[in-house]
C-alpha cells in the first residue's frame, strides 16, 4: 500500500502560480504512476495529469487540455515527490486537488485506474 501526502495548495490571484507537492514514504513509490485530480463544489472529479517512469531516467506525462502549456508534472525519485507546477492560475482552476498512485506499467487518465488517494490540497485563484 501506498499512501500519498499532498501539501502547497493556497490562494492566489489569477495569473499567479503555485506548486502541490505528492510524497510517499514507501521505497516503491517512484515505480507507480501517479496523477493529479481535481474536484470543484458542485463537479466531478477531473483529470488533470500524470506521470509515470520509463526506466531508471525517463517518464512519460499526460495533461488535460484545460492545463496544457501552463502546468508541468515532474518526479524527483531521489525524494519520492512528483511536483504539479501551475502557471496562469485561473479562477477556473480552483478545486481540491488529489494526488493518487495509479499502476506501474500505464499513465492513465481515468481515475478508476488508481488506487491511493492523498486527502487533498484547496488551491483558490481569485479574479
Known sequence: QVQPVESGGGSV???GSL???????????SLYA????????????EFVAAIGS??????????ADSVKGRFTISRDNAKNTVYLQMNSLKPEDTAVYYCAVG???TVSINLHDYNYWG???Q???SS
Do not use: D, M
Open 103 to 105: 499502476g506501474r506499467l
Open 13 to 15: 490571484q489569477a495569473g
Open 119 to 121: 486527502q487533498g490540497t
Open 54 to 63: 520509463i526506466g531508471w531516467s525517463g517518464s512519460i506525462t499526460k495533461y
Open 19 to 29: 506548486r502541490l507537492s505528492c510524497a510517499a514514504s514507501e521505497r516503491t513509490f
Open 34 to 45: 501517479v496523477g493529479w485530480f481535481r474536484q470543484a463544489p458542485g463537479k466531478e472529479r
Open 123 to 125: 488551491v483558490t485563484v
